[in-house]
């Protein structure tokens, strides 16, 4: 599976960016894909998820409310749609998918298999 994710840049602090990751896999409704980020100097953290059907989506508290996950299965894309940005998010922005199994917890980026190559997001202030 590859993934490749685009549509990071520089925004003001309060605007909005849309991230886009497109997936190669023959068998895109299997997998679990996962919005992650690592910040200058912090570990890699959970951002979103969204089940295989994309009827179930999760979040992290830090993001809720501002920002929306969603699949297109027919495209085999996922989005990550952002808005009311703070320069807290700045960071590099990794889609990943996971094949789905009964472990799955969704926040977890040990149990994603495949990772994109990042999208840079700086918002200033």
């Known amino acids: 599976v590859q993934l490749q994710a685009s549509g990071g840049g520089l925004v003001q602090a309060g605007g909005s960016l849309r991230l886009s990751c497109a997936a190669s896999a023959r068998t895109f409704t299997y997998y679990v894909m996962g919005w992650f980020r690592r910040a200058p100097g912090k570990e890699r953290e959970f951002v979103a998820a969204v089940s295989t059907s994309g009827s179930n989506t999760y979040y992290a508290d830090s993001v809720k409310g501002r920002f929306t996950i969603s699949r297109d299965n027919a495209k085999k894309t996922v989005d990550l749609q952002m808005n009311s940005l703070k320069p807290e998010d700045t960071a590099v922005y990794y889609c990943?998918?996971?094949?789905?199994?009964?472990?799955?917890?969704?926040?977890?980026?040990?149990?994603?298999?495949?990772w994109g190559q990042g999208t840079l997001v700086t918002v200033s202030s």
């Open positions: 990943a998918a996971e094949l789905y199994s009964y472990r799955t917890t969704y926040y977890s980026p040990h149990e994603y298999d495949y």
